[in-house]
């Protein structure tokens, strides 16, 4: 068990004071047995007028905020705390059945799962079928939990991951192509790759805990993070995080499941006033451990003049 504690704080910031529409927060963890939420709270500026809570068609908690002030920023704070338990996910214990891919969900299961079963992006040259095919070993008998892993490591090692400043996620086909992308770029890409494969997948929007103080650990932190969940009969929901090649829960923490990346925005809303009026906007986001203090003490008891040496992330998604 890991405790953690996450802060998430996006500022948008405009010319002159403007007023604003509906937002929708998607910041709440979901409560599970491999993560339980100790604390949660919400700060807003300016204050809303009104502020409730509801759970949207997949369960995940989302805030609904409005506003009756104008203002030239709008500041989103979001404090978190959890219990993280780390699951042993290479061990698959799935269904006899499922060991061995192909296989076919069981006429129970089928019915909820076709839709995460279901392509989301045009692919009428069979792009990424071909492509995923090349890790099922010229379509004999595979091990299933073989297959997934090798796919997840193979797009961690062969992608480069980078950072981009424009909004939306790159088509699975253009990932493809450039051999690049962000960390939801890459989870669209394994997500259309499995359901190419006749499997169900979903996407996965949350944070990312990198537990190394010189910053080699873990890619995405600094912004929100994502990945992707496959189903596997007798295993259930089992996530996967190609950007960082991690299969199970370990460093990640949930916040939002939906069948497309659009139902799991952390932050969306409106505003009203001149387009030259946006000024711009920052995101920033930090998951600590309280251990996480005690290693820069120790570092910095034998590092010259108590300096310590830390990456500095980037803010953008």
Not at 80 to 95: G, Q, R
Not at 186 to 214: C, H, K, N, Q, T
């Amino acid at each position: 068990m890991t405790l953690l504690a996450v802060r998430h704080v996006t500022t948008y910031r405009y010319r002159q004071p403007v007023s604003f529409g509906e937002h929708r927060i998607m910041f709440r963890p979901r409560d599970s047995y491999d993560q339980r939420l100790l604390d949660a709270r919400i700060d807003i500026s300016p204050a809303p007028s009104g502020l409730r809570w509801i759970h949207d068609v997949f369960g995940n908690c989302v805030a609904i905020a409005r506003f009756a002030k104008e203002a030239s920023e709008l500041r989103f704070e979001s404090n978190i705390s959890l219990d993280h338990v780390p699951s042993n996910a290479p061990d698959f214990h799935m269904e006899d059945y499922a060991q061995t891919y192909p296989f076919a969900y069981s006429a129970e299961e089928m019915p909820d799962l076709m839709r995460t079963m279901e392509r989301q992006y045009l692919d009428p040259d069979h792009q990424i079928h071909r492509w995923v095919q090349k890790f099922t070993h010229g379509g004999r008998p595979t091990r299933t939990g073989e297959l997934l892993m090798t796919l997840t490591y193979a797009i961690k090692e062969s992608f480069t991951y980078n950072r981009r400043s424009e909004t939306g996620i790159q088509d699975p086909i253009t990932t493809l192509r450039l051999n690049r992308g962000t960390c939801r770029d890459f989870a669209i890409l394994m997500i259309e790759a499995v359901r190419a494969l006749g499997l169900a997948a979903r996407f996965v929007s949350g944070y990312i805990y990198s537990p190394s103080l010189d910053g080699s650990g873990h890619v995405g932190g600094g912004s929100t993070h994502a990945w992707c969940q496959v189903y596997l009969p007798g295993a259930g929901w089992v996530e996967f995080d190609p950007t960082n090649g991690i299969i199970g829960n370990r460093d990640l923490i949930r916040i939002a499941v939906a069948r497309d990346p659009r139902q799991a925005v952390p932050l969306s809303g409106t505003w009203m006033g001149e387009p030259s009026d946006f000024d711009g906007m920052t995101v920033e986001v930090s998951v600590t451990s309280p251990k996480d203090a005690a290693q820069r003490r120790a570092v910095s008891s034998i590092v010259p003049d108590n300096k310590l040496l830390l990456a500095n992330p980037e803010s953008a998604p």
